[in-house]
């Protein structure tokens, strides 16, 4: 069980939990490129702009979907031919004022939820997965389910080279082979 922080229950601001505690899920995602986003400024600088770009945003979480399928899923999902420009993460219960502002202005009238992964173009939703969706998934399937949206909305072509080194990290992150998950 993740262990709520003392800042937390004195400040609704302050993180949720320790920093020690969501470190290894940061990593997992910043070691294949994701770049994080603490503020609100950090989002819009993301999101807010007019650049024809395909931009993943994974809302992280500590919860048990997002360690085993999510973020997993996002990852194994970076192997595809095509891909977005810009891979971006925020922390639920971490930085708060941030993901508070992505949900407000970029997912509004949308249940807030996390983890989420969500596709963007120029400051528009194109294709959201919610957690009730990724619970009922494996990594594979959360995979082939963002492949097909990256076929469809992404004209950047992926690098064999990128593809090799995110296979030998795939590979030895979870201890699978790639090629055995028929994505």
């Known amino acids: 069980m993740a262990q709520i922080s003392l800042k937390s ?33 950090d989002v819009d600088t993301a999101l807010n702009i007019q650049d024809d ?31 977005p ?6 922390f639920a219960g971490m ?10 202005k970029y997912l509004p009238g949308l249940t807030a939820s996390s983890p989420n992964i969500a596709v963007f ?7 959201i997965l919610h957690r009730y969706q990724i619970e009922g998934k494996n990594a594979g399937e959360i995979a082939k389910e963002l492949a097909v949206v990256y076929s469809n909305v992404c004209n950047k072509r992926n ?3 990128k ?5 030998d990290y795939i590979a030895g992150r979870y201890q699978v082979n790639i090629e055995s998950l028929n994505t």
């Open 95 to 104: 930085e708060k004022e941030a993901v508070e502002h992505f949900r407000e």
């Open 53 to 83: 770009k395909i931009i993943v945003v994974m809302l992280n979480s500590v919860c048990g979907c997002a360690a085993g399928k999510a973020r997993p899923g996002v990852i194994l999902s970076m192997v595809n031919e095509v891909i």
């Open 159 to 161: 690098l064999p080279e």
């Open 85 to 90: 420009d810009e891979y971006v993460t925020l």
């Open 121 to 127: 173009k120029n400051g528009r939703l194109l294709h």
């Open 163 to 167: 593809i090799n080194k995110l296979k």
């Open 9 to 41: 229950l004195m400040n609704n601001n302050a993180p949720t939990y320790s920093d020690e505690v969501v470190q290894p899920f940061r990593e997992e995602l910043t070691a294949v490129g994701f770049k994080e986003l603490h503020t609100p400024a």
